[in-house]
């Protein structure tokens, strides 16, 4: 064994070269894994900023929307007001009626028209407060490498 | 390599170490130096913008539901400066002119102080409907409309943009104007439920940091909106009073109209309305409506001298106190003498034997200032004046209420003179919801119920309902059914143009001449009003009603009492209130 050992090492000393590409492999292995690393780093970081475009877009969609729906709401307002209905009843023939040509019904148990309105919620008054984006959104790797591990049993 | 050339790798290999060391020596002392808390409260700032949030102003609506008051999109529309080419300003400018209609010059004006002052951005128009905005999207007819920011399919107005934003909108225009108010383009209410509700309805704008960096993207927090109200206020029963009054006005020619309607069991106020009225989607008129000494609200924001109406107050006090009842005796001998003045009934006449029943019936001012005097006395008076809410607001929620105008004898400006005057309701001033508010004490028992508009507040996702409140007992509940059925017998007798066949209804009417500048009363200039409720035996409304200066006839006998007819009449179709005869005999069924 000791024999084989001196004769690698008189082998290298023959030909330097040898150990010149040995450093060389080493550099080279060294660069692939930093760039591994880098494309793993620039492809994560790439995903986030497109989510995180996202999310920003999300946003303004819903600001857009809660804003349409409180235009609509009015909208829908304007074409049902007291005027126009007034108008359409009048177009469609109907007339007010005078208290001494109605005929009222006594109906059993009815107690009547519920009295006052029960309003459902505003677009965008559900929720109390922010919601938490999931931490894959914003966590480095080096965070995402200690969560990996920390699951796995590790650290 | 040969030796002698060796140097120049070392050199080299020197500098590129220093300057490598140099880099890092760099970074270290920035890291580290004198100015790193600077450099990092500058990456800070640049790292996240500032963002006002504004939450969209409350909704206020019916009682019903119906909407009075939302909110509806426009635009603002501005240039973004550094994407002006050659002529685009005046192209930009005259379709502003065109579509919008901006003014010509000074849109140009606006872009040249911009581009003087280095600016990015200049606001040209805002508020702009979207019909206009839809106008200059479509500019060019041979592109397809603009969307997003970009504000026309031009290519000479490339540099336009429209940023849509929420603004107030009033989908009923003028109806219950008097009660809404309106909101400026600064969102600050002005009069009515807007303006005594801002800080609710307004809600709190936040200002929030947002990161530039996508990666540090969070969900932006929810800014909850204004809270929304629900008011007491019925959309038909409003349009109905406000058609009646303004048939009326034309009809007797009247300066101005008034009118409340309100549920006596609860303070709710159903109708309510003044003239004039103001389109609230262009606020803008109100200084050309209005002038200065025209309250926006008269039922809340005026006092007038009541007349006749008050006499309720004096009478109710008389029984309370046990001076009188509606069948004692008075011999009415045309003239009242106290206090250094002398008052005559309206017709100038003496009545002879009356009951107080006949002295409300036939409205005599003689048989009033007589018992006030004689029965009740000035301290008592001034007690239950004071104790049915006058002198002092009565507490609704509307902006800008009047407190009237009351002399005490404690004041040293206070005559014996007074209370013969005050007894039939001249001297004083009130305003009209005071007068609802102490009526509804004959209706409730002796209890005032103090009058509100807002039935419900809606924040949250939850909505609160909020109860009725009581502004005290100033007589007892036999003096209030007394009263009541006294005022009920008056209109019968009286054959009143009031009264509304099938309902039983008790009221009051009251004619006050209007006082001049100089200190005297004009007999030709009066204040008809009328204040009625029923049915008498289950009241479900109280309808005041106010003709300033009518033309056709100075007595609310034949201008106002007609308008509370009328109102009645309608009233109790669209509260589903069977006449009494089918009304009891359900009753009595049960």
Redesign the interface.
């Known amino acids: 064994m000791l024999k084989r050992s001196r004769q690698f090492i008189q082998a290298y000393r023959q030909a330097p070269w040898r150990r010149q590409m040995q450093m060389i492999g080493y550099v080279a292995a060294a660069l692939v894994a930093v760039g591994l690393v880098s494309a793993l780093y620039l492809n994560i970081?790439g995903r986030?900023?497109?989510?995180?475009?996202l999310?920003?877009r999300s946003?303004r969609q819903i600001a857009?929307v809660?804003?349409?729906i409180?235009?609509l709401?009015?909208?829908?307002?304007?074409i049902?007001?007291?005027?126009v209905m007034?108008q359409r009843a009048a177009e469609l023939g109907f007339r007010?009626?005078?208290?001494?040509a109605?005929t009222?019904l006594?109906v059993p148990e009815y107690q009547?028209r519920p009295?006052?309105?029960?309003?459902a919620?505003?677009a965008?008054?559900?929720?109390?407060?922010?919601?938490?984006?999931p931490d894959t959104?914003?966590e480095s790797l080096f965070d995402w490498f200690s969560s990996l591990f920390a699951d796995l049993g590790g650290f | 390599m040969p030796r002698e050339h060796s140097w120049r790798y070392f050199f080299s290999a020197a500098v590129f170490a220093l300057v490598g060391m140099l880099i890092f020596w760099r970074a270290y002392s920035l890291q580290t130096g004198a100015q790193a808390e600077a450099f990092l409260d500058q990456s800070e700032f640049f790292s996240r913008l500032r963002k006002t949030i504004y939450p969209?102003r409350g909704?206020i609506?019916d009682?019903?539901?119906?909407?009075l008051a939302?909110?509806?999109?426009v635009y603002e529309v501005g240039v973004h400066l550094p994407s002006l080419r050659g002529d685009a300003p005046k192209a930009i400018a005259l379709a502003l002119s065109g579509m919008v209609g901006a003014d010509y010059n000074r849109v140009l004006d606006l872009i040249e102080y911009g581009q003087q002052q280095g600016l990015v951005y200049v606001v040209l128009s805002n508020y702009v409907l979207p019909e206009k905005v839809n106008l200059l999207r479509s500019y060019n007819a041979d592109l397809p409309p603009a969307e997003g920011l970009s504000c026309s399919n031009d290519p000479a107005l490339i540099a336009l943009e429209c940023r849509?934003?929420?603004a107030r909108?009033y989908?009923?225009?003028d109806?219950a104007s008097n009660i809404l108010g309106f909101v400026n383009h600064d969102n600050f209410g002005n009069f009515g439920v807007e303006q005594q509700y801002q800080d609710l309805l307004a809600g709190v704008p936040e200002n929030i940091w947002?990161p530039t960096?996508?990666?540090?993207?969070?969900?932006?927090?929810?800014i909850?909106?204004g809270a929304?109200l629900?008011l007491t206020i019925d959309?038909?029963i409003q349009?109905m009073v406000e058609d009646v009054l303004d048939e009326h006005l034309l009809i007797s020619g009247a300066d101005s109209a008034t009118a409340i309607v309100m549920d006596p069991r609860n303070g709710e106020i159903l109708a309510m309305t003044s003239t004039p009225r103001l389109d609230l989607n262009n606020y803008q008129t109100y200084t050309e409506i209005f002038d200065s000494n025209r309250p926006f609200n008269r039922a809340v924001g005026e006092v007038y001298e009541p007349g006749s109406i008050f006499k309720v107050i004096t009478i109710a006090a008389a029984f309370d106190m046990g001076k009188v009842t509606p069948e004692t005796e008075y011999t009415d001998l045309g003239v009242f003498s106290h206090g250094g003045i002398t008052v005559r009934n309206w017709n100038n006449a003496a009545w002879g034997e009356q009951t107080i029943l006949g002295c409300m019936q036939h409205s005599l001012n003689v048989c009033l200032a007589d018992v006030a005097v004689n029965d009740v006395g000035p301290e008592k008076f001034y007690e239950y004046v004071q104790a049915f809410g006058f002198g002092r607001p009565t507490g609704v929620d509307m902006a800008n209420e009047q407190y009237g105008w009351l002399r005490l004898p404690s004041h040293s400006n206070w005559y014996p003179a007074d209370l013969v005057t005050n007894s039939f309701g001249q001297g004083l001033s009130i305003t009209p919801m005071q007068m609802v508010m102490s009526v509804s004490a004959f209706i409730n028992e002796g209890k005032m119920v103090i009058p509100h508009i807002v039935?419900?507040v809606?924040q949250?996702?939850s909505?609160y309902?909020l109860s009725p409140q009581y502004a005290g007992a100033p007589i007892s509940a036999e003096t209030a059914r007394t009263m009541t059925q006294l005022l009920a017998d008056s209109l019968e007798f009286e054959s009143s143009r009031a009264l509304?066949?099938?309902y039983r209804l008790a009221g009051k009417t009251g004619t006050a001449q209007i006082p001049t500048p100089n200190g005297t009363y004009d007999p030709n200039q009066t204040n008809t009003s009328f204040i009625g409720w029923g049915p008498v035996d289950d009241p479900r409304f109280i309808v005041f009603v106010w003709l300033e200066r009518p033309e056709t006839s100075i007595w609310a006998s034949e201008v106002a009492a007609p308008v509370f007819a009328d109102i009645v009449?309608?009233l109790?179709?669209l509260m589903?209130i069977?006449?009494d005869a089918?009304?009891l005999a359900?009753r009595g069924?049960e």
């Open positions: 970081t986030a900023a497109t989510a995180g475009r999310v920003l946003q857009d809660e804003q349409r409180e235009d709401k009015t909208q829908l307002a304007f049902s007001s007291t005027e007034q007010p009626v005078s208290p001494h109605i009222y006594p009547g009295d006052g309105v029960q309003l919620p505003r965008g008054s559900r929720f109390g407060g922010a919601v938490r984006l959104y914003t | 969209p909704e609506y009682r019903n539901g119906n909407l939302g909110n509806r999109t849509a934003h929420l909108s989908p009923e225009r109806l947002t960096d996508p990666n540090q993207a969070q969900a932006l927090p929810t909850p909106g929304s629900v959309r038909e349009a039935k419900a809606v949250d996702g909505q309902s509304v066949t099938g009449e309608r109790v179709v589903n069977p006449p089918q009304r359900a069924a």
